[in-house]
């Protein structure tokens, strides 16, 4: 075996390892985020009976409810949370997060929000 071909897979070995990592961190991240600014209303397990959910005109919806979930396309939902419920047609009880959360933060929540639907 190559000195180059060795250092060449321990380089990609290494590259893996940071790769698996970074992917573990952001699904954490994801799932801290939401129970920290959306469990609140759209409760723990997404089921939509957080504390200050009880309280609002609109109750959040069921997110384990997998037929609902199907129609709401990834566009809507991104729109949803990135500036609220109001700018696609829901009532303004959700307020919009784009100033808080990156594009990236939004597309890892709407993962950790697809996950709730267990087939
Ligand atoms: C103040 C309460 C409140 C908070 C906090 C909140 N939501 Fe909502 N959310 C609602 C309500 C009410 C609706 C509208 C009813 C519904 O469709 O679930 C809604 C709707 C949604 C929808 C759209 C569902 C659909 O029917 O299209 C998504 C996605 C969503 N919220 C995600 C989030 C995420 C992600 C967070 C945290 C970053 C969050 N919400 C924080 C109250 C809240």
Known sequence: MSRTFLSLTVA???LCVVALGASRVH???AALSFKIFCA????????GDGPD?????TH???FRDCAAMKKISDDTM???IKGGGASVGLP?????WGQ?????QIHGLMTYIRGFCKK
Do not use: E, T, V
């Open 78 to 80: 991104f729109k949803a």
């Open 53 to 57: 959910g009880a309280s609002l005109s």
């Open 40 to 47: 609140r209303c759209h409760g723990d397990d997404g089921k």
């Open 60 to 62: 959040p919806q069921d």
């Open 100 to 104: 808080g959360l990156s594009d990236d």
């Open 92 to 96: 303004g009880d959700m307020p919009p």
């Open 12 to 14: 990609l070995a290494m």
């Open 27 to 29: 699904a954490q991240n």
